[in-house]
């Protein structure tokens, strides 16, 4: 094409399509993301007639800028018509972007549509210029204008849906991805309006007069096209811009509300599992504002106060929560004012009670907190108490156990020491009763511990009755009682125990028609300063045992010098020594022999004696510790421990004795009547090496008929196992020859005192005599016991006894020592037995 070009339209046409692809990148953007379909739609039309104005724009100011040496009119209809086209492709451009995903196929399609649109609105504004001169396109030009125009147009659409994917697009890049569309634009207008080939007249075209632009018009026309593109453009731009303002405001206000909203939830969600906390916890809960108001009263707080939570709400809580002091009933509601007034932390622990609203009362334990604000001001209180009411009851209780009996309710052992202790200390002279039941143990073992049970409780209230309200009844354990007589002196306690004696002994208690009668023993001992409560309670005691022994029902009074007492105590103190014994092996064995007068070739016999080592090394007779052992049942215990160790002997074979010897061993009347003693006996001959007949049980006649159909069960179910037994002591008791029937022994041995002197006194060698003739009818061996003098022998084989024992044939000897061979005396000690 001839001609030149003026720069400063060509840089304005440049300029115009810069603008113009900003605004297309702009446009596509804000149709993409308007939020309804009708507002995408005005966007898309009112940005295509913007953006097509623009590329327009471009192009006509571009072909402005050409200086033909013709003159140069528009076509107005083709020139509208490319208008309309730009628009179209603009509004292609703009509408493909809408659509959810943009696939290489459909933007190439879409590409190429809008490129030849833009390249249709180009020569179509070519075929507007009216030059009145022939020309024609070079093809190659003309083709490279037109990939240049799809080219331009597919990045274009890249180039929005690109910067549509990113949320917030780098301004930077959209002004240069802008002005790389505008010069590509602008290179393709270019690139046509180099393709246009002008063909030269041979005769000059004159152009009519008045018709064409010159230069100064065309700057003119390009100028006011330029600011009225510029202005759509900017007032597009501005639109644009108002509506990213308004959709960021829309989206910060969204924002803004859905945060709001999720706080408000949080804020609620949290308000009610604070409000689900409160009322699901065991303690009242109240909360109050700065005026002291409720706000929220949980259903625990509700229900102490006596108060419907809808109406306490909102109320003073002092008209709700009313406290006074469990002494005074004074109110204590002043105490919580500081929580409010001051912001201090009020604890009511103790002695405070909440007065509910139907006047029924509980102890609470109360602790007030206040509630602050940032600033650090009290906004508000929080009040917390709990019901306490059950755990003072149950401390209460617990204290009253702790100093009670429980089956009785009178004062236990403990609170007894205490008081007695503190009877010690105040310098007054009290007196001490100790009281044991008689005959208590009948009730129990006959009728049941129930039965025992209401006989102690019924028997307490009895005794309760007989003392002042000033003096301590205690029960100290079992059937023992015992009771402080404060300021008393010595006649009064023993008229007030003679008192309790007659009231218990007047007491009856029946089962199924029976009655039974109880008594009580009675111990009185002085509670004087200077003296310790464990002697004060010893001496007590003592005279208990000692009005015991009197015969039961009875009340001895402890004086200095008391010999029963003494020696009641003697007793007392060997207790732990016989305990002591049995755990550690104190006690050791002895023997005496037993001999035959009517066969010597019999084998060795011997009975077993025991002896109590003492720390010095004496060998102490039973006599000594005996009463104690049967005091306190420890017989059944040693008579065990004298079995195990008599069978070990036996069984060791060690030359200790003779390997086919046979023993006498002791029992006890406390063991005859303990059938798990029997048991265990039993077990102990029967899981042993020894043959049982080398084994031969003595029991004295007062144990055996003290409970005759017991002795009888015990010695069948010995001699079952094949060991024999031996009645001891005949003629010590209350002697009857029908006894023997009764009992299954092998042996009866004679007391001593009929054979001390029986070659002296007629009548105990007549006593003697019919023994052996009722032994010998009966076949029962008889042993004739303390034989001190030679002399006695011939007598006794005279009579037909079987077999002799005593100082006169050997005295006892540890087992293991030799035989004691001494010269008998005329008039000796008796031989020391077990029981």
Not at 25 to 42: C, E, Y
Request: net charge negative.
């Amino acid at each position: 094409m001839h001609g030149s070009y003026s720069y400063p339209l060509v840089a304005l046409s440049i300029v115009v399509a810069v603008l113009a692809s900003h605004a297309a990148l702009q446009l596509i953007r804000q149709v993409a993301l308007a939020p309804s379909r009708a507002t995408s739609l005005g966007w898309l039309v009112g940005g295509a007639v913007a953006m097509g104005l623009g590329v327009w724009a471009m192009h006509f100011i571009g072909m402005l800028a050409y200086e033909s040496p013709a003159s140069v009119t528009y076509a107005p209809g083709l020139t509208a018509l490319s208008v309309l086209i730009a628009m179209l492709a603009s509004g292609l451009a703009l509408w493909v972007n809408t659509l959810p995903r943009l696939t290489p196929m459909l933007l190439m399609t879409s590409g190429t549509i809008m490129g030849g649109g833009i390249a249709t609105m180009h020569y179509t504004g070519m075929a507007a210029m009216q030059m009145h001169m022939p020309y024609r396109y070079d093809p190659l030009l003309f083709a490279v204008s037109i990939v240049v125009a799809v080219v331009a147009a597919t990045a274009a659409l890249w180039l929005g849906g690109f910067f549509l994917r990113q949320r917030r697009p780098n301004r930077i890049y959209q002004a240069l991805a802008a002005g790389a569309m505008g010069l590509a634009i602008a290179g393709m207008h270019y690139i046509g309006m180099a393709a246009m080939e002008m063909i030269p007249l041979t005769t000059p075209i004159i152009s009519p007069a008045g018709v064409g632009m010159n230069s100064g018009q065309n700057l003119w026309l390009a100028l006011a096209i330029a600011i009225a593109t510029l202005a759509v453009l900017g007032l597009a731009l501005l639109a644009i811009s108002a509506e990213q303002r308004m959709r960021r405001s829309r989206h910060y206000r969204s924002r803004l509300d859905g945060l709001l909203e999720y706080r408000t939830r949080e804020l609620r969600h949290e308000r009610d599992q604070v409000a689900v906390m409160l009322d699901s916890i065991d303690e009242g809960v109240i909360s109050l504002d700065r005026e002291g108001h409720i706000q929220h009263i949980n259903p625990i707080a509700a229900e102490l106060c006596g108060w419907d939570p809808s109406l306490a709400r909102g109320r003073p809580w002092a008209r709700i929560l009313q406290l006074r002091h469990e002494g005074t009933l004074q109110s204590v509601a002043s105490q919580l004012e500081g929580v409010l007034q001051r912001g201090e932390v009020v604890h009511m622990s103790s002695q405070t009670l909440l007065v509910a609203r139907d006047g029924s009362e509980c102890a609470v334990e109360l602790k007030a907190s206040p509630v602050r604000r940032r600033s650090g001001d009290v906004e508000g209180a929080v009040l917390v108490f709990r019901d306490i009411s059950y755990r003072q009851a149950m401390i209460r209780r617990l204290n009253f156990q702790a100093h009670h009996d429980s089956l009785t309710g009178l004062h236990n052992r403990t609170a007894f020491d205490d008081a007695l202790t503190a009877a010690l200390g105040d310098g007054g002279f009290h007196q001490l009763l100790y009281l044991d039941l008689d005959f208590f143990k009948v009730v129990n073992d006959t009728c049941g511990h129930a039965a025992g049970d209401t006989v102690l409780r019924e028997l307490s209230a009895l005794m309760r009755a007989q003392v002042r309200e000033t003096d301590v009844l205690a029960r100290l354990g079992g059937d023992e009682f015992a009771v402080l007589l404060y300021r008393c002196s010595r006649e009064q306690a023993i008229e007030r125990a003679e008192a309790l004696c007659a009231a218990v002994s007047a007491y009856r208690y029946y089962d199924e028609g029976r009655p039974f009668q109880l008594g009580v023993s009675i111990g009185v001992a002085p509670v004087e300063g200077g003296v310790q409560a464990s002697e004060v309670l010893r001496q007590a005691d003592g005279a208990c045992y000692m009005a015991k022994q009197s015969g039961r029902n009875q009340v001895h009074a402890y004086h200095d010098g008391d010999a029963g007492f003494e020696r009641a105590q003697r007793e007392v103190q060997w207790l732990p020594l016989l305990h002591e014994a049995l755990e550690n092996d104190r006690f050791t064995l002895y023997i005496q022999p037993i001999r035959s007068l009517s066969d010597a070739t019999s084998k060795p016999y011997y009975e077993v004696l025991l002896r109590y080592v003492n720390d010095s090394g004496e060998h102490l007779a039973p006599a000594h510790f005996m009463a104690t052992a049967e005091r306190f049942g420890l017989m059944p215990e040693i008579d065990i421990w004298v079995v195990t160790q008599a069978l070990q002997v036996l069984e060791s074979d060690d030359g200790r004795i003779e390997s086919d010897a046979v023993l006498a061993i002791n029992l006890s009347g406390q063991s005859m009547g303990d059938l798990r003693m029997r048991d265990q006996l039993a077990a102990l001959v029967t899981q042993s090496s020894v043959m049982p007949q080398r084994l031969c049980f003595e029991i004295t006649e007062t144990a055996a008929i003290s409970n005759l159909a017991q002795a009888r069960e015990f010695i069948y179910s010995m001699r079952r196992l094949g060991c024999s037994f031996a009645l001891d002591d005949f003629g010590s008791g209350m002697s009857s020859f029908a006894y023997l029937k009764e009992l299954p022994v092998n042996q009866l041995k004679i007391d001593g005192a009929f054979v001390r002197n029986l070659t002296r006194d007629s009548l105990d060698a007549a006593i003697v005599s019919a023994i052996c003739g009722i032994c010998a009818q009966m076949g029962i061996i008889t042993v004739a016991e303390y034989v001190e003098r030679l002399e006695l022998i011939p007598a006794l084989e005279l009579i037909g006894v079987d077999f002799v024992q005593g100082y006169g044939i050997g005295r006892p000897h540890p087992i293991g020592a030799p035989l004691i061979s001494i010269t008998p005396r005329n008039n000796g000690p008796a031989a020391s037995l077990q029981g």
